[in-house]
């Protein structure tokens, strides 16, 4: 892999025979044609080789040559040697060449080679653009570097709760219940098989190829899932906490989904989810448990991702100074308050001129993202932990405090992203766990087997929920959720 031969700069592989195989991300011919260089990645790092393939020496020089350029695949095979040119340390003196395959242009027989149409052609293109070529996306180098830190941040998340004695329990994603009462959820139907065909839908299967096939399977809305209504789930919460109190400290992280017809940077329809679940801890050891975690995410980037944070930082789609902002997250211990002290800072703010939000900070509002983002941004400049926040506002598992005003809750919130994490103690006392379900107005029947865990040997437990492509955004300083997420899926788009 490109990756292991460039490390320390090559040193490792110098004057030995190598294969290397990958896409071009350049193609250049030199020497009026006798030479032909060809810088190759592979997707391991953000780094590339550069081959150089003499019409004398290498043999397959003339099926390389005919490329056509920028994404065409070889495979090569040369000696590794110190750079005779500017810009590489070293670079292959290939001895075979095999071009794997051509990059064809607008003549869909694809016999034309080297047309302008390859949508990832060696320009630099918009972030819009590469979304619109999810299929090809990967081939950039942000969205390639957005994945390799996204496979970091989910291989640090299970180490994280691995070491901590955490179990990573796998939560369903098709369910009854609403964990988050918001109303936010999609169903399911049942595609039945070709007995029950109500429409024959025509599609060319392959595109280069118009060959007329039948899709077999046809919606009936009357089925559900199998007579009975279920829903994607919006959170693994609920599920989990029936682990939680049994093997105390637990974690789920999988796909989650709802339908807010949203359309900011911020949202999707369907997003990944973190979610612990600790016994025997209240309040504040969950907001300890969240500092704890989101610190080491941020450690083991800056230990393991250096270049594709460098990348990031000098990335026109980056943030200037990246890598000091995550320094600093480390360096200093997350501001907390409850939600009553953040209405007299934001009102404050107001009244000595400082601001002018578009709705007033009166006490029981929902935070707008603006006042969120001003309090990490503007007062605090850190992350912020919001506590105890009315009870009208927030679910019905929160534990209600003695104010009988305010839950037990914490929602974090980070510069330029706002809420990050959400999380509550859960109310564990079954009296009070019923009387909220009845002043929100959910059938507590819905929720035996939630109830049951409180009336067999019940405990306090607490627990919160990361965003994971909040995460991402935070750690690559990324400006839109759609980038950090492989297939991301908001309103109209969920073709593949
Ligand atoms: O605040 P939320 O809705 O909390 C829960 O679902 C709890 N059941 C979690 C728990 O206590 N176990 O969502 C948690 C986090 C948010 O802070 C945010 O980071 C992310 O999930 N999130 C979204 N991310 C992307 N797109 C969306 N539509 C999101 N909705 C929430
Ligand atoms: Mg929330």
Not at 62 to 82: H, P, R, W, Y
Not at 86 to 93: F, I, K, W
Not at 255 to 277: C, D, K, Q, V
Not at 294 to 301: G, M, R, S, T, W
Request: hydrophobic share 35%.
């Amino acid at each position: 892999r490109v990756k292991e031969v460039m490390a320390n700069e090559g040193t490792q592989f110098l004057d030995k025979t190598i294969t290397v195989a990958g896409w071009a991300r350049t193609t250049r011919n030199a020497n009026k044609g006798q030479l032909l260089f060809v810088e190759i990645n592979d997707g391991s790092s953000g780094e590339s080789i550069q081959c150089v393939l003499d019409s004398e020496k290498t043999e397959g020089f003339d099926e390389c040559k005919n490329s056509g350029g920028t994404g065409a695949s070889f495979q090569m095979v040369g000696t590794l040697i110190a750079s005779q040119g500017d810009g590489q340390a070293v670079e292959l003196a290939v001895t075979t060449g095999k071009l794997l395959g051509a990059v064809y242009g607008g003549n869909i027989e694809g016999t034309e080679i080297g047309g302008a149409l390859y949508p990832m052609s060696k320009k630099a293109h918009t972030l819009e653009h590469m979304r619109e070529h999810a299929h090809l996306r990967a081939r950039g180098r942000v969205h390639a570097a957005a994945m390799r830190i996204r496979h970091c941040m989910a291989y640090a998340t299970h180490t994280f709760f691995h070491n901590h004695g955490f179990l990573y329990i796998h939560t369903p994603i098709l369910t009854g219940a609403d964990c988050e009462g918001a109303g936010e959820q999609f169903g399911v139907t049942t595609l039945l098989g070709s007995d029950h065909l109500e429409t024959d839908v025509t599609i060319p299967i392959d595109p280069t190829k118009p060959v007329n096939e039948t899709v077999v399977g046809a919606v009936d809305y009357s089925k559900d899932f199998f007579g009975k209504r279920v829903n994607l789930t919006v959170s693994g919460q609920l599920n989990v906490e029936t682990h939680a109190c049994a093997l105390s400290d637990v974690y789920t992280f999988g796909p989650t989904f709802r339908a807010e017809n949203s359309h900011t940077g911020r949202h999707l329809a369907e997003f990944w989810m973190i979610e612990p679940e600790i016994c025997f801890a209240d309040l504040s050891d969950d907001i300890n448990l969240a500092e704890d975690y989101l610190k080491y995410c941020v450690k083991f980037a800056l230990e393991n991702c250096a270049e594709d944070l460098e990348f990031f930082e000098n990335s026109p789609h980056g943030e200037v100074g990246l890598r000091d902002r995550l320094k600093n997250v480390l360096d200093n211990p997350f501001q907390r308050l409850t939600y009553t002290e953040a209405i007299k800072v934001l009102q404050k703010a107001e009244k000595d001129g400082d601001v002018k939000f578009e709705e007033d900070p009166v006490w029981g509002i929902d935070l707008p993202s603006e006042m969120e983002r001003y309090l990490c941004e503007k007062v605090y400049k850190k992350p912020v932990c919001l506590t105890d926040y009315p009870k009208e506002i927030k679910s019905f598992y929160m534990k209600l405090n003695d104010d009988e005003k305010t839950v037990a809750a914490v929602d974090i919130l980070v510069p330029k992203i706002g809420e990050i994490i959400g999380g509550s103690q859960r109310e564990h006392r079954m009296d009070v766990l019923k009387k909220r379900c009845e002043e929100m107005g959910l059938d507590a029947k819905q929720v035996w087997w939630y109830l049951d865990l409180r009336r067999y040997g019940t405990v306090p437990h607490a627990g919160f929920g990361l965003g994971f492509e909040r995460l991402i955004l935070f750690i690559t300083g990324l400006q839109n959720i759609r980038d950090v997420i492989p297939f991301p899926r908001y309103p109209q788009n969920a073709e593949f």
